[in-house]
């Protein structure tokens, strides 16, 4: 029998969520929760994919390529055990796409944090120091912006593999994915904090740990970095369908991840080959899967926008 929690202790997490403001508007909308189970769905199939999957798609031993070009079960001639058909190489397509999610959603997850990181240390030290830093800052952040996101990315990226060894491409060529689409991604973290900033480094509570000497950088980290974490939530999540959908473009131009870890932009790629030659299922599946990925992800960042959004409550 569990004992009766104590008067006046606090209540637990997940009261306190379920409890949240947040949360009331969460299920007030169907379009949101219609859109975080389609998330959770798909991530919890692309992370659970060595477990859930069908069929290994890595392993050349489970191939068969008298399989290859198998259509979805539903089509005539097509295999109950290949629910969506098979690809070019026999390769199971419900596995493939489920292997092909970690990817993206590892490149997706690692380019915002890069990109956060970066943006929000930059904005910050722009907003509270001013001056000459901040004149600075934001010239190199109007340079980036006269250029497209995908051209600095694509401009990374080869710049990467003329300076490293070509032996190495295949090795490190997540590593730049990741670092190009965050290089290109990080100026709306830099401006949001920035004009955040500007506006909290003039209230009492910094001008009183300034008073009591407190050092400039602990001040910016552990008093005005919480106050601007709001917006920043909300651009990182929008920012996340924006990265997966960059390095689908990358690597559907061949630019992107290797052959040998395939993310939906590469699966896109190869089924594009085939998709006239009457093998539609291996480009539709991959691409299906990147759109509601990508806007399920755009309409929780469009609900979490609202609900953080004083004036509209």
């Not at 190489?89 to 419900?94: F, I, N, S, V």
């Not at 060894?165 to 990080?186: C, K």
């Not at 401006?191 to 955040?196: D, I, K, L, N």
């Not at 509570?205 to 970095?225: C, D, E, N, S, T």
């Amino acid at each position: 029998m569990t004992a009766p929690a104590a008067p006046g202790s606090p209540p637990g997490l997940l009261r306190r969520i379920f409890d949240s403001d947040l949360w009331y508007s969460f299920t007030r909308s169907w379009i949101t929760m219609g859109s975080g189970i389609c998330v959770l769905l798909l991530v919890v199939g692309a992370l659970g994919a060595p477990v859930l999957a069908p069929h290994d798609t890595f392993d050349p031993a489970t191939l068969k390529l008298m399989d290859a070009f198998t259509p979805p079960v539903w089509v005539e001639g097509g295999n109950p055990t290949y629910l969506i058909g098979t690809d070019n190489q026999g390769r199971d397509m419900l596995s493939t796409i489920m292997f092909g999610m970690r990817i993206s959603l590892l490149v997706g997850f690692a380019a915002v944090l890069f990109s956060l990181v970066l943006g929000v240390g930059l904005g910050l030290v722009a907003g509270y120091l001013g001056g000459t830093i901040d004149a600075l800052i934001m010239r190199v952040a109007d340079i980036k912006l006269a250029f497209p996101a995908i051209l600095i990315a694509l401009l990374v990226d080869g710049v990467s593999r003329a300076a490293l060894p070509r032996d190495m491409h295949d090795q490190l060529a997540l590593y730049v994915v990741v670092f190009a689409i965050g290089v290109s991604n990080w100026v709306s973290y830099a401006r949001t904090v920035r004009g955040t900033v500007m506006v909290e480094r003039g209230k009492d509570y910094v001008q009183a740990a300034r008073v009591i000497g407190i050092h400039p950088a602990v001040i910016m980290v552990r008093h005005v970095l919480p106050n601007v974490m709001g917006p920043v939530l909300v651009i990182a999540t929008l920012g996340l369908a924006l990265a997966i959908l960059t390095e689908a473009t990358l690597s559907f131009l061949g630019v992107g991840v290797p052959p040998t870890q395939p993310s939906l932009g590469t699966l896109i790629r190869n089924g594009n080959d085939y998709l006239f030659s009457g093998e539609w299922w291996i480009a539709i599946f991959p691409g299906l899967t990147l759109v509601v990925l990508a806007l399920s992800v755009n309409l929780l960042g469009d609900w979490l926008r609202d609900a953080l959004n004083p004036k509209l409550r």
